[in-house]
């Protein structure tokens, strides 16, 4: 099988699992140059994972070589760098969310199309041996048809372990825009798309104090809702009951649980790739562990790529495509402007439930 040649930018905390899976792990993929502002960042990444080629973003973006784009920067830069990667005739894939504001990931959208180009983000968790074999337990009617659901990420933010937690408290920040991409998208692949979102938000604290070092003891003023509680009604029909919060000291909500006419599903932390997963058919006294039928229940970041590269080189959309990214990241803006307004938002955007991994795939492989 070909490689296909990526070339990574952005070379932070999450690039290393990047740069392992896709040196490493995934048979089609060869990351062929990093790119970041700081020399010394992509320096090591270069040196600890054997890529050939330190460049600028620009020279990336020049090469004829690489075909994907893995854009790995901050959320205010994915915009800005996917837009000139299709531009340049690249694909590529995006850390989560897919843009700031949803007008920007619907012109990423139409302009992937327009350029017969392939868009995809992240989260990929969803292809994790966990949620396939929820989805397989779902598709294989273990609990009936899904009629509603919960989703529930309750915490108290970053300041106590994050160097530098300035940035979830400001715009684009708040616990849906860093948590929210993992539960949607975990409800997508499992229920469908979504038609409508309800949603009201508070802010409970003014002001947080760092208690991490190095800015210990420095206070942060919030400027986002930092409690967001809605409800999502999915085009089957079924609604979810869905809470992000970084206002909570401590919760015993599970992270989702599905529920059937014939039984529950409850499904693992979506921000993993393992399980584990419990199921109680109706009529059952008691929850019984499932076992995970399914490839890739470690951490296997990149997984969305390797499938892209499938995409590129035998045809297809991915499965982390960027209809769906995009239908998510509207999404997380629909309960803030449901809070706003007091009304419903009916969603514009839409995508195709993803298809699933089939079982009894050899690691390294997606088919
Ligand atoms: N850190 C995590 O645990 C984690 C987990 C899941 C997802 N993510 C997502 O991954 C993305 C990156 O997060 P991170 O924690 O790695 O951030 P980070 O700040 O550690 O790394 C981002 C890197 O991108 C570089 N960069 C930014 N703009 C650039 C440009 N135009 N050209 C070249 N380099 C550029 C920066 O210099 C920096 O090294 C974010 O979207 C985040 O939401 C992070």
Request: aromatic share 8%; glycine share 10%; hydrophobic share 35%.
């Amino acid at each position: 099988m070909r490689k296909v040649k990526i070339g990574i930018i952005g070379c932070g905390n999450i690039s290393g699992i990047y740069l392992q899976n896709l040196t490493h792990v995934f048979a089609n993929t060869e990351v062929f140059a990093v790119s970041d502002f700081s020399e010394e960042r992509m320096q090591q990444a270069a040196d600890t994972y054997g890529v050939p080629n330190q460049w600028t973003a620009e020279q990336v973006l020049n090469s004829p070589e690489i075909e994907i784009i893995v854009n790995l920067t901050t959320p205010d830069q994915h915009f800005r760098i996917c837009k000139l990667a299709l531009e340049h005739g690249k694909h590529v894939y995006v850390e989560k969310p897919l843009s700031l504001l949803p007008e920007q990931g619907h012109e990423l959208v139409e302009l992937a199309r327009e350029k017969g180009l392939l868009l995809g983000g992240a989260p990929d968790t969803f292809l994790g041996a966990g949620l396939q074999t929820c989805r397989k337990l779902i598709d294989d009617g273990y609990i009936g048809q899904p009629i509603a659901a919960t989703a529930f990420m309750l915490c108290h933010g970053h300041e106590n372990w994050h160097p530098n937690p300035g940035f979830y408290y400001q715009a684009g920040g708040g616990p849906m825009f860093d948590m929210g991409p993992y539960y949607l998208t975990a409800l997508v692949s499992l229920l469908g798309p979504a038609e409508t979102v309800a949603g009201m938000t508070s802010k409970s604290f003014e002001q947080r104090t760092i208690t991490s070092q190095p800015l210990f003891g420095e206070k942060i003023d919030v400027e986002v809702p930092t409690h967001i509680a809605g409800t999502l009604k999915f085009k089957s029909g079924a609604i979810a009951t869905m809470i992000t919060s970084f206002d909570v000291w401590s919760s015993t909500l599970p992270p989702i649980e599905i529920y059937g006419t014939q039984g529950t599903l409850l499904v693992p932390d979506p921000n993993n790739f393992g399980g584990p997963i419990s199921l109680r058919p109706a009529g059952a006294t008691e929850f019984k562990e499932i076992p995970v039928v399914h490839q890739y229940g470690e951490n296997s970041r990149g997984i969305g790529v390797s499938d892209m590269a499938d995409c590129v080189l035998s045809g297809g959309t991915p499965r982390a495509n960027g209809e769906l990214t995009n239908h998510v990241l509207e999404m997380m803006h629909a309960f803030h402007e449901s809070s706003d307004s007091g009304n419903y938002v009916q969603l514009k955007t839409t995508c195709e439930q993803p298809r699933p991994l089939n079982t009894g795939l050899i690691k390294g492989y997606l088919s």
